[in-house]
Nanobody
Framework: QVQLVESGGGLVQSGGFLKLSCVAS????????MGWYRQAPGEQRELVGT???????NIADSVLGRFFISGDYAENTVYLQMKSLKPEDKATYYC???????????????WGQGTQVTVST
């Protein structure tokens, strides 16, 4: 099992900045990638960005140039720096980890509880 704990959400004015953090519990699982998804009310959960253990990153076009993902796999931590926030960025942001048991190929998805980001006009 991999437990994920997010922090850093909150209320910010339009144009503001927030940094989200997510820490994965100590685990015997190998974490291959970590990332962030978000879900606005009435909408489907969507990818924001991911970073692999090889430091390959992927950022959604909708936030490219405003959001930056980084990670420290020695600490099993992933960060999401969000600048120039817009009201449409309001959502619950979920941390995700893709992990597998040592020696196994099957990857499993793990999710945090989510942290709320609200952007006021």
């Amino acid at each position: 099992q991999v437990q994920l704990v997010e922090s850093g959400g909150g209320l910010v004015q339009s144009g503001g900045f927030l940094k989200l953090s997510c820490v994965a519990s100590r685990t015997v699982f190998i974490i291959d990638s970590m990332g962030w998804y978000r879900q606005a009310p009435g909408e489907q959960r969507e990818l924001v960005g991911t970073i692999t253990s090889a430091r390959t990153t992927n950022i959604a076009d909708s936030v490219l140039g405003r959001f930056f993902i980084s990670g420290d796999y020695a600490e099993n931590t992933v960060y999401l720096q969000m600048k120039s926030l817009k009201p449409e960025d309001k959502a619950t942001y979920y941390c995700n980890a893709v992990a597998r048991r040592n020696g196994r190929a099957q990857q499993l998805d793990y999710w945090g509880q989510g942290t709320q980001v609200t952007v006021s006009t």
